[in-house]
């Protein structure tokens, strides 16, 4: 049995539902109106909302859209009355279970409650089954125990079964597309394709016809007609990665086929039918691009139906260990050495280390690890020269003291840094251009510093 709310402006109509559904044995709560509805579905967790579509105030599609962001595995079922069935038909579409037409035989909604609640269970089944495996710290090829990441994987379970739009926001290198991958796994078009596009990676002139599809002769290399990533995707995922690269004129195509489910391919003038989930990802504030107007926020709004935020590897430092283990034995495997470890050197970098670049580059910095080692234990001098030079001024930061009298900062500053200009010029042998790389610095910047400390060639010797 479940938890049913019914959401009605209409006293009766609520009173005649409650006490058929209740003596099916499902736990009832009524609600007057959309707003209170929403409010109610915040603070519990119900299995089936059976909601009226026309409604004062709130809406049912309002009521449907709140219900997925906020409890997507609760089943909606929608109520409207005879000659307004397109509503219903646009409900279906947004993600509702199924619709009733007014009036309705008692057995029938009895029977599509029922088969909705069984759903339910099933769903909420499958995310105490997939939160044990997330315990354990892994979730298909995601790896992590931190309390962020956990609650990712929450998301995960409970929006991969809907068919809703989602946004993944978060820095470069933090897995955005092995989410994107996850939700597919776990969602109802599974067995069909997972396709991924970065919209930023191809040239503003082709990406209409990669995205839509284009007719014989209608650009550049259309030799035949060739379908778009839109049609190649039908019955599975479409994964738009970098969206936020999206030039104005395709986000206005993109809105239109997110909203009527249909492409029009380039030279053509018909349009097809089109099925597929979409999940979209930026490393960029959408939100601050719709304020500049560089993003439309009609289409901000339809791709933000649920955001997923992933955080950057330097605010989950607990998942540091598991990811270092996961990737030593992804490579070790592949590359067919015997691989135990780090050392105690190497590791105490690695986790010290801020990882600019995420996750990506954790995982390039143990491949080349994997790679140049022929012993058992990966060892310091595998790491990127970048990362030894950081551990290095590390530990020259951290053993200094402040002695009984005081120090002069501003003189101990000046003399660091003219012995830094001076051992980058004598290891570039002069070249100015060389050194201020060394530096990282710009040319201009170590020109001024030479001047300013008075160094010439006679100080190199």
């Known amino acids: 049995?479940?938890?049913?709310?019914?959401?009605?402006?209409?006293?009766?109509?609520?009173?005649?539902?409650?006490?058929?559904?209740?003596?099916?044995?499902?736990?009832?709560?009524?609600?007057?109106?959309?707003?209170?509805?929403?409010?109610?579905?915040?603070?519990?967790?119900?299995?089936?909302?059976?909601?009226?579509?026309?409604?004062?105030?709130?809406?049912?599609?309002?009521?449907?859209?709140?219900?997925?962001?906020?409890?997507?595995?609760?089943?909606?079922?929608?109520?409207?009355?005879?000659?307004?069935?397109?509503?219903?038909?646009?409900?279906?579409?947004?993600?509702?279970?199924?619709?009733?037409?007014?009036?309705?035989?008692?057995?029938?909604?009895?029977?599509?409650?029922?088969?909705?609640?069984?759903?339910?269970?099933l769903i909420q089944e499958n995310f105490q089954l997939k939160r044990q495996v997330a315990d354990q710290g892994r979730y298909e090829d995601l790896v992590g125990r931190s309390p962020t990441m956990r609650r990712v994987f929450d998301m995960i379970t409970r929006v991969a079964p809907t068919r809703t739009t989602l946004l993944i926001c978060g820095e470069s290198g933090t897995g955005k597309e092995l989410v994107a991958r996850a939700i597919h796994a776990r969602s109802a078009v599974s067995a069909g394709p997972f396709l991924a596009v970065n919209c930023g990676a191809i040239p503003a002139e082709l990406l209409e016809s990669e995205v839509f599809g284009a007719a014989k002769g209608a650009d550049t290399g259309a030799g035949r007609d060739r379908p778009g990533l839109f049609e190649a995707a039908s019955g599975g995922t479409l994964f738009l990665d970098e969206i936020g690269e999206l030039p104005l004129t395709m986000q206005v195509k993109l809105l239109r086929v997110l909203q009527e489910k249909k492409v029009k391919r380039v030279g053509e003038s018909h349009e097809r039918e089109v099925d597929c989930r979409i999940v979209a990802a930026t490393n960029r504030n959408l939100r601050q691009m719709v304020d500049d107007s560089s993003f439309r926020e009609d289409l901000y709004y339809r791709l933000n139906v649920i955001q997923l935020d992933l955080p950057p590897l330097r605010e989950r430092r607990e998942d540091l260990q598991p990811l270092i283990h996961h990737f030593v034995q992804r490579y070790a495997r592949e590359h067919g050495k015997d691989i135990k470890g780090l050392t105690r050197e190497a590791a105490t970098i690695l986790l010290n280390y801020p990882f600019p670049g995420n996750i990506r580059e954790l995982e390039n910095i143990i491949e080349r690890m994997v790679t140049l080692e022929s012993g058992e234990w990966l060892s310091k001098e595998g790491l990127p020269y970048h990362m030894m030079q950081e551990q290095s001024f590390n530990q020259f930061a951290d053993d200094l003291d402040i002695p009984e009298e005081g120090i002069n900062l501003e003189a101990m500053v000046e003399r660091l840094e003219r012995n830094l200009l001076v051992k980058a010029l004598q290891r570039s042998g002069g070249v100015r251009k060389r050194a201020a790389e060394l530096l990282g610095i710009t040319f201009r910047s170590i020109r001024y510093r030479l001047d300013k400390y008075g160094i010439d060639e006679s100080d190199l010797t």
């Open 1 to 121: 049995m479940a938890r049913i709310l019914i959401v009605d402006d209409e006293q009766s109509m609520r009173e005649v539902l409650s006490i058929l559904l209740k003596r099916q044995g499902h736990e009832v709560t009524a609600a007057s109106n959309g707003e209170e509805a929403m409010r109610l579905v915040e603070a519990q967790e119900f299995g089936v909302v059976l909601t009226d579509l026309m409604m004062g105030g709130a809406s049912g599609l309002d009521v449907l859209r709140h219900v997925i962001a906020h409890s997507p595995g609760t089943q909606v079922i929608v109520m409207t009355a005879h000659g307004t069935t397109e509503t219903a038909i646009e409900a279906m579409k947004e993600g509702a279970y199924d619709y009733l037409t007014k009036p309705f035989k008692n057995n029938v909604v009895s029977l599509v409650c029922e088969k909705a609640a069984e759903k339910a269970a």
